[in-house]
């Protein structure tokens, strides 16, 4: 079943989530529940996103790039590889000090670079070479694969497929009993930081 997006709409919807809840991270400042909520959904998406990207869209460039296509994903496992041991860290920290506080802006820097580079360099490379019909299928099965990926960071697991696929579907049952254990923002806090 293919998207109604294509696969650069749908990495770029997911960024833009990634921008948001950092927003309203910043703005619940004085509110260490709702800070403490936005840091989780934050560290969620970021965690989800880069995973789904490793398993799906980096193995397109790989194979459709040629050796360009090596190269860039090579250089965006690296920066994924960062920002994961920066999530893992920020886990053992207290939303809201003034140490995390830092980390999430140095995670946030990082990933604007990485995001533009994948936006601008990345997706307008790939996409002519696969079509339409085959880029809305690409970002429907990253949607879907985000679904079933770990949401929080493994910094040492694999991040090539197959292993990290293998390592993914052993992961992810763990950090969703996690997940039933962390306080998310709800709807009314989301309406509220708008």
Do not use: C
């Not at 496992?77 to 506080?101: A, W």
């Not at 990485?114 to 790939?126: A, F, G, T, V």
Request: overall charge negative; proline content about 6%.
């Amino acid at each position: 079943m293919a998207s109604k997006q294509t696969l650069t709409e749908a990495i770029k919807e997911d960024h833009q989530e990634m921008y948001e809840y950092h927003e309203y991270y910043k703005k619940s400042a004085g509110d260490p529940d709702a800070q403490a909520r936005w840091a989780n959904q934050l560290r969620w998406e970021i965690a989800r996103h880069a995973v789904g990207e490793e398993i799906v869209v980096y193995p397109l460039m790989e194979k459709h790039l040629g050796a360009e296509g090596l190269k860039l994903t090579d250089h965006d496992r690296e920066e994924h590889q960062h920002v994961k041991e920066m999530l893992s860290t920020m886990e053992s920290m207290t939303p809201g000090t003034e140490e995390y506080d830092k980390l999430v802006e140095r995670m946030m820097v990082s990933l604007h670079n990485h995001n533009d580079d994948e936006e601008i360099k990345d997706l307008p490379l790939l996409e002519p070479h696969l079509g339409e019909d085959a880029s809305k299928d690409a970002a429907s099965q990253f949607s879907l694969t985000k679904k079933f990926v770990p949401t929080r960071a493994h910094p040492g697991a694999p991040n090539k497929p197959p292993f990290e696929t293998l390592a993914g579907f052993l992961l992810a049952p763990i950090d969703k009993l996690k997940d039933e254990f962390t306080k998310f923002p709800t709807k009314e806090m989301e309406d509220a930081t708008k």
